[in-house]
Every structure is written in structure tokens, then in C-alpha cells.
Nanobody, 126 residues
Framework: QVQLAESGGGLVQAGGSLRLSCAASSHTFSTYAMGWFRRAPGREREFVAATNWNGGSSGYADSVKGRFTISKDNAKNMVFLQMNSLKTEDTAVYSC???????????????????WGQGTQVTVSS
């Protein structure tokens, strides 16, 4: 079992940057693939980014590709989402998710993740 806690959200102007962090409480964090998802008001949860167990493979939604970067630090039990060139449409609650997997791939589907954090609000103003 792993517990996840996000931090780093806030209010930022369009064009600005934020770095989200997700702290995991597990001695076996290195065996987990991680993902970031977001949910905007009135919309379904959507995939943002994901990485495999060692951070060697990652993928992004088309809407954030080139602006967001996911990284995983197994020594610190942390996963990060660096968000640059933020747009108003990035406003959402961002959640990190974990699934036990030591395959080389990453996972886009939220149904594949059994462990979730509470989320952190990101608001981008125009």
C-alpha cells in the first residue's frame, strides 16, 4: 500500500510556472509507476503525464506536451510535475496516482491506478 500527498499548487498568471510535488509513503516506491491527472470544473478527469518505475520512460497528453515535465526521484520517494508556459485552460485539481509496476512502459488510463492522492488546486489567471 502507498499513500500519496500532493503539494505545490496555487494561483499563477498565464505564462508562468509551477512545480507540483507528490510525496509517497512506501518503502517500495521504486516499484511503482506514477501518473498525474487533472480535473477541471464540470469536466471529466483527464490524463496529464505518466512515468514508469525508474523514470526512464514517460508520456504526456498532447495538450501539455512540450510544456510539462514529469520526473521521479526514487531515493526521495517523490514524483514531480514541472509546468511551464501555463494557460488558463490548465486550471484544475491535479492528482498524482500510483500503480505497482516494474514494466518499461507508462500508463495513461486512470483505471490502471489503484492509489491516489487528494489533489492540489492549480489556478491560472489571464
Amino acid at each position: 500500500q502507498v499513500q500519496l500527498a500532493e503539494s505545490g499548487g496555487g494561483l499563477v498568471q498565464a505564462g508562468g510556472s509551477l512545480r507540483l510535488s507528490c510525496a509517497a509513503s512506501s518503502h517500495t516506491f521504486s516499484t511503482y509507476a506514477m501518473g498525474w491527472f487533472r480535473r477541471a470544473p464540470g469536466r471529466e478527469r483527464e490524463f496529464v503525464a505518466a512515468t514508469n518505475w525508474n523514470g526512464g520512460s514517460s508520456g504526456y497528453a498532447d495538450s501539455v506536451k512540450g510544456r510539462f515535465t514529469i520526473s521521479k526521484d526514487n531515493a526521495k520517494n517523490m514524483v514531480f510535475l514541472q509546468m511551464n508556459s501555463l494557460k488558463t485552460e490548465d486550471t484544475a485539481v491535479y492528482s498524482c496516482a500510483a500503480r505497482r509496476s516494474t514494466s518499461s512502459g507508462w500508463h495513461r488510463n486512470s483505471d490502471e491506478y489503484p492509489h491516489w492522492g487528494q489533489g492540489t488546486q492549480v489556478t491560472v489567471s489571464s
